[in-house]
């Protein structure tokens, strides 16, 4: 049952503007038939609806709901399909309350659905407790979704689950929009308090409490001034990485060419260019490197010559042997192919 006003679109004409729904039952046999019988519930047709309804007439939402196992009354019903009915009963009916406990939040029916499946009877009391659950269980849910639901149950601002949620956020945010693995601290709680709107020493407190539970790893290496705040899992990927590429300069053979800088020359005029300072620099080292070491990291912004030092140091080396290409991202691995 939809509640509102009538109104009148300027467009459309006379509409209904909804302020609110009730979700009512059946309540007349044949109501209650065509509910059962509607596909909604597995294992039920319109003829084994008929038959349920005709074992237990008024009451059968009743029993389905609360004495399901009588379900073996009905002629012809074997065990093993009235679980599968009671089941998928329960279930239609946790996820209805669940779309209708998210939706008057203001969640999309789409983001509705894949919590309610996460969580199943338990949606309305995890979101109660702590709505912020959702960024850590669901993938494709950020804190400010999660923070809108917090907001509108009325999480307190202050509520430790919300800023630890926002922390982490803001380390995720840094890996995706700047690349950085970790962000200095003071950095960390400062934004995190203005995003926050609320107290730095608060925000301080939890990244203490995350530090405890090893949700966050802090680092601080002899004369750095700042202290590094790292998600668990971007410190550990961080270390694998720099142990494999150990692993791999230790176990490579090593070269050398006294002929670097001809060879640059060699190759801006054969492609028109000419390279800056600092990217002859950069070619260099990486040439270096690569022949030293057997190979090379190479990173930068956009618009920092990146693809045309690629290409200059693949123009060089290939002619001895194979060059290997990787990159840590789909975009980035195209653009080098």
């Known amino acids: 049952m939809f509640h509102g006003d009538w109104v009148e679109h300027p467009q ?5 503007k909804c302020t609110g729904c009730e979700i009512k039952k059946p309540t007349t046999l044949l ?3 065509r509910y059962l019988g509607s596909g909604l519930i597995r294992g039920v047709g319109p003829s084994t609806a008929k038959q349920i309804v005709e ?19 009905v002629p012809g019903m074997g065990r093993k399909r009235w679980r599968v009915i009671a089941e ?11 779309m209708v406990f998210l939706q008057s939040y203001g969640i999309s029916p789409n983001l509705s659905v894949k919590i309610s499946r996460l969580y199943g009877d338990r949606t309305a009391d995890v979101i109660k407790n702590n709505p912020y659950r959702l960024c850590e269980d669901l993938e494709g849910v950020g804190f400010q979704t999660a923070d809108r639901i917090g907001m509108a149950i009325g999480i307190a ?9 926002a922390l982490k956020y803001m380390l995720r945010e840094a890996s995706v929009s700047m690349g950085h693995v970790y962000l200095p601290l003071r950095e960390l709680v400062t934004k995190t308090a203005q995003l926050l709107r609320t107290e730095e020493a608060l925000v301080s407190r939890q990244v203490k409490t995350l530090m405890l539970r090893r949700d966050i790893i802090c680092k601080q290496e002899e004369g750095e001034e700042d202290i590094r705040v790292y998600l668990a899992a971007f410190d550990s990927a961080e270390s694998e990485v720099a142990k494999r590429l150990c ?3 230790a176990s490579l053979a090593r070269e050398e060419n ?13 492609h028109g260019i000419h ?30 010559g990146k693809t045309t030092i690629i290409n200059c140091i693949i123009s060089l080396l290939s002619r001895d042997g194979e060059v290997k290409l990787c990159a840590p991202t789909g975009r980035a691995a195209k653009r080098m192919t």
Request: charged letters at 30%.
């Open 31 to 33: 109501g209650i038939e």
């Open 258 to 270: 006294p002929q670097a800088e001809q060879d640059i020359d060699r190759f801006e005029k054969r």
């Open 55 to 73: 074992t237990f007439g008024e009451e059968t939402l009743t029993i389905l709901s609360e004495h399901p196992e009588r379900l073996q009354e």
């Open 88 to 98: 998928n009963f329960q279930e239609q009916n946790a996820m209805r309350e669940s």
């Open 157 to 165: 601002a202050d509520s430790e689950f919300r800023i630890q949620s």
């Open 12 to 16: 459309y004409g006379r509409q209904l």
């Open 247 to 249: 692993e791999l300069i």
């Open 275 to 304: 390279f800056s300072a600092q990217q002859r620099k950069a070619i260099t080292m990486a040439m270096e490197m690569a022949l030293k070491n057997q190979i090379v990291v190479i990173t930068g912004g956009p618009g920092t």
